[in-house]
């Protein structure tokens, strides 16, 4: 019972609205829905991923989403495989490089070839990033 003076009643919401395919709907009216209405998820980043990965990974969701091409759930695992494919990269140019120091002191062939074969990997992982990345928009 609400009998005291201090007690106050919980109140609703005078307008309630309702966000669907179709429109945004408020008191059974329709509202206009521009793009900016729509709320697009945020979603964390993989727990395996590292902390500059993880960088990586919510700078590529920004920049789809101010492409206007939100992510949805679907489109996480490819994301992820292009920025471990970058990383990959990047790991693979350090190699190269200390190849090259090592094969500069050295003329054993067997270095040679090593350099060479960091070299075609580097290639293969670069082409591969980029046919992700045009895949995914970014």
Known sequence: MWTSGNA??????SRTHFFTAQGCFANDKIIAMTKTDLK???????RWLTRAEKAEFHRVI???????NPVS?????PICDLISARSRIAVLRGLFKRAVIDCRESD?????????AI????????????????????
Not at 8 to 13: G, H
Not at 40 to 46: E, G, I, L, V
Not at 108 to 116: D, G, P, V
Request: charged share 25%.
């Open 8 to 13: 106050r009643r919980p109140q609703l919401p």
């Open 108 to 116: 054993f062939t067997s270095s040679q070839r090593h350099l060479l």
């Open 73 to 77: 759930e679907a489109d996480i695992p």
């Open 119 to 138: 070299g075609r990997d580097i290639d293969k992982a670069t082409a591969a990033a980029q046919k992700m990345a045009a895949r995914l928009g970014v």
């Open 62 to 68: 920004s920049i789809r989403k101010a492409a206007g």
């Open 40 to 46: 697009t998820p945020d979603f964390p980043a993989p």
